[in-house]
Every structure is written in structure tokens, then in C-alpha cells.
DNA sequence: TGAAATAATAAGGTTAACCATAACATTTTA
DNA sequence: TAAAATGTTATGGTTAACCTTATTATTTCA
């Protein structure tokens, strides 16, 4: 109790909105995203530009501002932060943390945040291989590609999963598609088929969608 | 996100009762308790009476069901749990914990609660001294006295200290009148005047609103 | 026992974050 | 370039948990 300046559902938008990285994103999106219609995330964005924390072009998409991006890193260090000890040290299951992060993460006041980074030895990833922002939100972006966009029969390693749905996550969890592992892409199928990738010896069909929650590394790169 | 079956609110109202003891409670002393307005609280009452959590007979006060109960054990096991994480593990200071340990009680999916059980050694009481209801919402209440019905010149050991109020608890933290600690009952004034303890060599004044948060043990018993 | 104190209920209001339906605006594409 | 698709706004509605200001009921105690 007592915790939240911004609301849960603020801290959800922005957070979203961070995930979806640095640009404009659909309001439409963000809204499938957030599991409400268009008509209620319309309306919370312009709540949110009102406080100063979105910029909304009509017809064009929304995107953090300064302010909202701080907030967002904010949100995203404590929800990583929190993975990584449910991960680490409650040995919860992979594909389940993400989900139970989240809700704590609006529930967490500055001072456990801080605490909890430093039981935790300041991490600079979470299990889901995305960097956590430090306590002034900054990080360094991963630098990779979309496991679509890699060419046939080049080898790569994941370096961050970043659905956040855990039925999704458990299918990766299942296909041992997890950060660090080695990939090697086999086939694509043609018009928008999904992509066949050989995993820990085994193949594995990926939907362009799911692939595209998969960023990974070159080896050459 | 999606942990709740029961609201937040729903929940402190159920822990406050139960934390005030298995005893018929004035919806008055409920509302005090929750900074709400008695009529608020009466609303409430009447929607958890009809949830079958709570029975209230009019003019005598509301008493948790078993239903109730079982339920406000698990809020009580929640917070407890995360009282001792973070004072044990994040050395968080000890009047803070309270206020810290209620926000994310809230936001704990059971698979976290028992995780986290098993993280912390299944520990059996909280900082604070009260007992930790275990998976089953099983707990050995405190067998002690509170503080104000200790005779003149007594020496006892402080089993809880049970105020939630973070100005309360600092006040208590700072003189020192904390779990397993020894004092000794010095005066008592009269006419409801403050209680004189004395606590590790210093003498220190009591009200007795604060000295009723204090159970104690009796070198004796 | 009757007045004061306390408790309960009634009535009407607020806020945040949703919802649906419908109308209107713009962009995309065939 | 017009129709389809997509995005925006308008309108009105819901729910939970609060609130205030009465009014009424019961209990306590002088």
C-alpha cells in the first residue's frame, strides 16, 4: 500500500510503449497489447498527454516523451529486477516470471528497488535477455537482429526472447528456445510460411510472429 | 497483473480483522484502522458479508468467517513472508518493513508466496515477532501479555511489537523496544498517564495506546 | 429512564479505467 | 480516385471503492 504515484495502468502503458522500443506505435497496437480495445487506449493516451508522459500524432502513432521514457525505464528495471530474483532465487519457472513480475513490479517502491538491485548484484540482463536499466534508466540496447531477417543456414545465438504472453513463453521454454542458446535457421517457408530452425539438434517450425519475438546475434557479427 | 481473485481492499480489510485478534470488531475501530470513513467501512462490511468473509451483527461488530479467516491467514502469510525478505535479505530498516511488505502482498501469486517460503528457510515468525501461518493458514498464536498489564518492577522480553504505522514503528525502532529485547516496567502514572520502561539503561515514556501494541513475555512463564 | 454517545442506513456524488456502439476522418490500396 | 481499411471522437454506460451529509436505531451511563 501506498506505493503508486502513477497508477498501475499508466506505469502498464508506458511500459508497452518502452517495449515497443523507440517509435511510434499504433495506438491500435498497443492496445492489442495491453488487452483493451482501441477505443479505451485512445483515451488513456490522451490522459497520458495531457500529464506530459505520451505524444500522440493522430494518424500517425504514439511514442514516449523524455518524461514517459524515464518512468517506463523505471517500470522496466523493477519488473526485470524482480525476474531476475524469481528466477534466480525462487527457481520459478522461465516461461512463468514475466507474468509474475509484473505485478509486483507496480508495487515496489524506490527504496526495495534499489535494495533489491544490490541483494541482487546489479544484473545487467534479465533471464529473458533483455539489459535492465540502471537506477538514472539508462542501458545499453542490444545490438541484434530479429531471427526473421537472418539468412538460410547461418547460425546465430538468441540473445533475448522478448514475448511477454506466457503461453508464448512456455512454447519457447518448450522448443528450448531460451537466451544463449544457438540457432541455426533451415528454411523459410514462401509467402509468409513459418521459419524451420535447428535447435539443440532438433528442428522446430516458428510462425513469422513468434519468430519476431526472437532477437539474436550473429556469430560472425 | 492477474493475480487478484479478491481486491486489495478486500484483502486489508481481512487482514486488518484478523490482525485485531478473533474477536467481534467495531466497524468503527475497522474504519480507523484503514483510513476510511465508518460508512465506508459499513459498505464494505455488508459486500463481504454477502461474500460470506465476514459476519457482523449490528451494534456488536464484525467477526471474520472461517472462509474469512482462511483467507486473511494467507494475506497475513504473504506479508510476513516478505517482511523477513526484506529485512533479512535487503536490509531494509526494520519500521519500513511493514509498509514495504503490504504493498507487494497484493501482487503475490501463491506459486511466489511458497517459492519464496522455501527462498527464506520457511521462517516462523516475522521481524516484527508475529508468527508466519503456514501453507495451510496453520500459525501458534503468541502466548504473552501486552506491555500495560505488566506489574510495577517486572523485568519481561518483547515477543511483537503489532503497531503497522510507519511513524509508530520508528518511534518504537528508535528506542530500541523491539522483539527479544528485555525491559522493565518502571512506573506507571495515573489516571491512563504513560508507562516508564526501562530499556537497554534508558528510561522511556510510553503512552498507553503505544504500550498496548507491545506483547511480552514473562521471565517468569 | 432519558440524554448522550455510538452505530447503522439512506441518498446522492466522485474518480479511474474500462466497455459498446456509432459517426466521422484519414490513409492505404486496388 | 474511390472504396476499403484503419484510426479517432462522441456519447452513454458500468464497476469498485471511496466520499459527505443527513436520519434513524441502539446502547450506555449519569
Redesign the interface.
Given at each position: 500500500?501506498?506505493?503508486p504515484q502513477l497508477s498501475?495502468s499508466t506505469e502498464?502503458y508506458l511500459k508497452a510503449m518502452a517495449e515497443f522500443g523507440n517509435r511510434d506505435v499504433a495506438i491500435a497496437r498497443l492496445a492489442e497489447r495491453l488487452s483493451v480495445t482501441p477505443v479505451s487506449a485512445n483515451e488513456m493516451i490522451k490522459k497520458l498527454g495531457e500529464q506530459g508522459l505520451v505524444s500522440h500524432t493522430p494518424y500517425k502513432g504514439v511514442n514516449l516523451t523524455e518524461k514517459g521514457r524515464n518512468v517506463a525505464c523505471d517500470v522496466l528495471r523493477r519488473q526485470r529486477l524482480w525476474e531476475v530474483f524469481?528466477y534466480e532465487?525462487?527457481?520459478?519457472e522461465w516461461a512463468?516470471i514475466y507474468?509474475?513480475a509484473?505485478?509486483?513490479e507496480?508495487?515496489?517502491?524506490p527504496?526495495?528497488t534499489e535494495?533489491?538491485a544490490?541483494?541482487l548484484g546489479n544484473p545487467k540482463t534479465c533471464p529473458r535477455g533483455n539489459p535492465i536499466p540502471d537506477e538514472n534508466g539508462e542501458f545499453t540496447p542490444l545490438d541484434g537482429v530479429i531471427l526473421s531477417d537472418v539468412s538460410i543456414g547461418e547460425t546465430v545465438t538468441i540473445l533475448a526472447v522478448n514475448a511477454t504472453n506466457t503461453d508464448v513463453l512456455t512454447y519457447f521454454q518448450d522448443k528450448k528456445l531460451l537466451p544463449g542458446q544457438e540457432v541455426t535457421l533451415v528454411e523459410a517457408a514462401p509467402m509468409q510460411g513459418p521459419l524451420t530452425v535447428l535447435v539443440d539438434g532438433r528442428e522446430v517450425a516458428l510462425g513469422l510472429l513468434l519468430a519476431e519475438f526472437v532477437l539474436v546475434k550473429s556469430k560472425s557479427s
Open positions: 500500500m501506498t506505493v498501475e502498464m524469481l532465487h525462487l527457481k520459478i512463468k507474468e509474475l509484473c505485478s509486483l507496480h508495487a515496489t517502491a527504496e526495495v535494495a533489491l544490490v541483494f
